[in-house]
């Protein structure tokens, strides 16, 4: 029959290879898990706290902030805790939790960043409509059906891995529960869930991202009708911070999800879930903040 299991404890290889570098490794994930909390935190108490941030682009900025502190905190504690102890185990429903969050902050951040992008497309495109189109009922809206789509789109990903038997020794050569490479570890016929899977990502992947696109397009052809370069320089400066953190998340995700699979890619395959998981995380509140005079300005007064 060979060793079959529903319900048994995974191993998270995680970096555990690299035996010397276990301290250096401990040492910089936890610097980046505290900074990223800190950080985000800090953008969602200026943006709660300041009127003059009370604006569609900062409420979204927000909500942005408080997906990344679940993101991080759903996998990076574990992560710490196994170059700490060198104890890789997972349990089965922490598999599953770790592996839902994570999900549900992935759908969540490609749509808020599709707002985000189309609000800055209202602004600069038609600014005397921006108003009466991004009304604080919108804003929550858009924001509520991030959340309601995300929800049960981690919910299927997660009610179907838990219909999979594993084979052998469950070892998961990443350093978090990640859907594809637990489909590697089953026995059962996954060939329906790639197609499902695979229907989702471009759903919530690529189709997001081609908005983010196309609102760029519009927002660059705009602005290059423009005959004053300060305007032009302002104007691609609002955008800047949006567009570093879409290339750097979006870019790396999608490069993780559509690019086929190789056994001898694993290991590059880690170094890219570092970048969606936590780089992006920790340099979205440093993108907007250094890039940003709003945020440094009520940072200032805050402190003042």
Not at 5 to 28: A, C, E, M, P
Not at 61 to 78: E, F, G, M, R
Not at 129 to 156: D, F, G
Request: include cysteine.
């Amino acid at each position: 029959m060979g060793n079959y299991t529903l319900h048994r404890d995974f191993q998270l290889l995680g970096f555990l290879r690299y035996k010397n570098l276990q301290l250096v490794i401990f040492i910089s994930v936890l610097w980046m898990y505290l900074f990223t909390l800190c950080a985000n935190l800090v953008i969602i108490i200026l943006v709660c706290l300041v009127p003059q941030l009370h604006t569609p682009m900062y409420f979204f900025l927000s909500k942005l902030s408080v997906q990344d502190i679940i993101y991080v905190t759903a996998i990076l504690p574990k992560l710490i805790d196994i170059t700490l102890t060198g104890d890789n185990r997972i349990s089965y429903p922490g598999c599953i939790t770790q592996m839902f969050l994570y999900v549900f902050c992935a759908t969540v951040e490609f749509l808020l960043l599709t707002f985000m992008a189309y609000d800055r497309y209202v602004a600069i495109c038609i600014p005397m409509r921006y108003c009466i189109i991004m009304k604080k009922s919108l804003c929550v809206s858009l924001a509520a059906v991030s959340w309601l789509i995300a929800a049960p789109n981690s919910m299927m990903y997660c009610w179907l891995v838990s219909k999979l038997i594993f084979c052998g020794d469950q070892k998961i050569n990443n350093f978090f529960c990640e859907v594809k490479t637990l489909l590697e570890l089953s026995c059962s016929n996954i060939n329906h869930i790639r197609i499902i899977l695979l229907v989702l990502g471009l759903l919530l992947g690529v189709l997001p991202f081609s908005l983010i696109l196309i609102s760029y397009t519009n927002i660059i052809s705009s602005v290059l009708k423009i005959s004053s370069s300060e305007r032009k320089f302002k104007f691609f400066s609002s955008c800047f911070s949006h567009i570093t953190v879409v290339v750097l998340y979006c870019g790396t995700t999608l490069s993780f999800y559509l690019k086929p699979d190789t056994p001898d890619l694993q290991e590059t395959d880690k170094l890219l879930s570092l970048l969606f998981v936590v780089f992006t995380p920790l340099l979205n509140p440093l993108v907007y903040s250094l890039r940003n005079k709003d945020i440094t300005n009520a940072s200032k007064r805050m402190i003042n």
